[in-house]
């Protein structure tokens, strides 16, 4: 959960900083950021039992944010 709200922090600084041509770099660069901080994060609990589902969940979790945010910054670049 920790590693979504990363993922909205991300989101919101890409839109309020950077322009709009260069969003989905900074997006894509998000999802990198997120996924080493992901694994990282899950590697230093050292817990073996439910790795792969709670490194999915995180993912997926960012996934849906950024794409969200994407979504977003697509609708108001046609306004």
Do not use: D
Not at 15 to 22: I, T
Not at 50 to 68: I, Q
Request: charged share 5%; aromatic share 6%; hydrophobic share 60%.
């Amino acid at each position: 959960m920790t590693i979504w709200l990363v993922a909205i922090v991300c989101a919101v600084l890409t839109g309020v900083l950077v322009a709009p041509e260069n969003r989905l770099v900074w997006l894509s660069l998000s999802l990198a950021g997120c996924t080493i901080l992901t694994l990282a994060a899950q590697l230093s609990t050292g817990q073996k039992e439910g790795y792969v589902h709670r490194v999915t969940l995180s993912l997926v979790g960012v996934v849906v944010v950024l794409a969200l945010a994407t979504g977003l910054f697509a609708l108001f670049g046609l306004v």
